[in-house]
T-cell receptor, first 114, second 114 residues
Framework: AQSVSQHNHHVILSEAASLELGCNYSYGGTVNLFWYVQYPGQHLQLLLKYFSGDPLVKGIKGFEAEFIKSKFSFNLRKPSVQWSDTAEYFCAVNGGDSNYQLIWGAGTKLIIKP | DAMVIQNPRYQVTQFGKPVTLSCSQT?????MYWYQQKSSQAPKLLFHYYDKDFNNEADTPDNFQSRRPNTSFCFLDIRSPGLGDAAMYLCATSRDRGPVFEQFFGPGTRLTVL
């Protein structure tokens, strides 16, 4: 069965620090990859997605993610975080035996200290 | 703005007392999903409607049912809530089924079972 691992459940950074959140998935076939974000008190929203093409994907609010097929990874990055980036970040994967179901990671809670 | 609306945002029920959670959408999307999300865990898909076609996930307990009387509305019925059903319930929609179609989420209903 497919699974998604987000290794860090909690991350605390200071403003202007660089961010990298890890996401690894277990599936050997073609996959579609997503990062969702949930700001405090708000709904889940799509941050960025990868289907094919350039493995470096740009999303909203200065976020980017890189798909590395050989490492089964889709890590989320931001060069300089802001206090407003405080949120929970979820990696999700779709592929293989399901054409609709997203397989979700457990999420990473990011706290940015002002 | 087009959106996914969930009511109520907070629901308290008693052990064994049936409860219904509501979701509506102004996006005119074909697909509506219900997820259960427990604290510090990934969202878990319970079922989805593809138009009027109900699709239950294999491991969704029989205690959970759903109704979609029209395109805009979808309900989650929990027939006899147990303490283990306390969670955040997320409704999502997508224009069609498949990975290329982004899922749009509502704010969720937090269910407490006393």
């Amino acid at each position: 069965a497919q699974s998604v691992s987000q290794h860090n459940h909690h991350v605390i950074l200071s403003e202007a620090a660089s961010l990298e959140l890890g996401c690894n998935y277990s599936y050997g076939g073609t996959v579609n990859l997503f990062w969702y974000v949930q700001y405090p008190g708000q709904h889940l929203q799509l941050l960025l997605k990868y289907f094919s093409g350039d493995p470096l994907v740009k999303g909203i609010k200065g976020f980017e993610a890189e798909f590395i097929k050989s490492k089964f990874s889709f890590n989320l990055r931001k060069p300089s975080v802001q206090w407003s980036d405080t949120a929970e970040y979820f990696c999700a994967v779709n592929g293989g035996d399901s054409n609709y179901q997203l397989i979700w990671g457990a999420g990473t809670k990011l706290i940015i200290k002002p | 703005d087009a959106m996914v609306i969930q009511n109520p945002r907070y629901q308290v029920t008693q052990f064994g007392k049936p409860v219904t959670l509501s979701c509506s959408q102004t996006l005119n999307h074909n697909v509506m999903y219900w997820y259960q999300q427990k604290s510090s865990q990934a969202p878990k898909l319970l079922f989805h409607y593809y138009d009027k076609d109900f699709n239950n996930e294999a491991d969704t307990p029989d205690n959970f049912q759903s109704r979609r009387p029209n395109t805009s509305f979808c309900f989650l019925d929990i027939r006899s809530p147990g303490l283990g059903d306390a969670a955040m319930y997320l409704c999502a929609t997508s224009r069609d089924r498949g990975p290329v179609f982004e899922q749009f989420f509502g704010p969720g209903t937090r269910l407490t079972v006393l």
